[in-house]
């Protein structure tokens, strides 16, 4: 059975930063061929935030170029996401997939006040 576990949302002010991490069971994180972070705010729909490949190549949304960073650690089965120069616009509440769009953790909460 697969787990993903996130952690490390919180409530922030603009301009902070947080980093997530999302904790993997099984051998899903060791074969999957993507993962990465979702984020869904209050009455919008959920957004690729950032993805991660086998290797290193990583794509990021465009709201976000510049002050997320993806990785994961293979060794500890997690990914990761950096969040820097955080806006209040990055509200949401914060998913991990891996694969993409496969399996899901139920989320963690980023609040950013102004």
């Known amino acids: 059975q697969v787990q993903l576990v996130e952690s490390g949302g919180g409530l922030v002010q603009a301009g902070g930063s947080l980093r997530l991490s999302c904790a993997a069971s099984g051998s899903i994180f060791s074969i999957a061929p993507n993962m990465g972070w979702y984020r869904q705010a209050p009455g919008k729909q959920r957004e690729l935030v950032a993805a991660i490949g086998r290797g290193t190549g990583t794509n990021y949304g465009d709201s976000v170029k510049g002050r997320f960073t993806i990785s994961r650690d293979n060794a500890k089965n997690t990914l990761y996401l950096q969040m820097n120069s955080l806006k209040p616009e990055d509200t949401a509440v914060y998913y991990c997939?891996?694969?993409?769009?496969?399996?899901w953790g139920k989320g963690t909460l980023v609040t950013v006040s102004s």
């Open positions: 997939s891996i694969p993409l769009g496969v399996y």
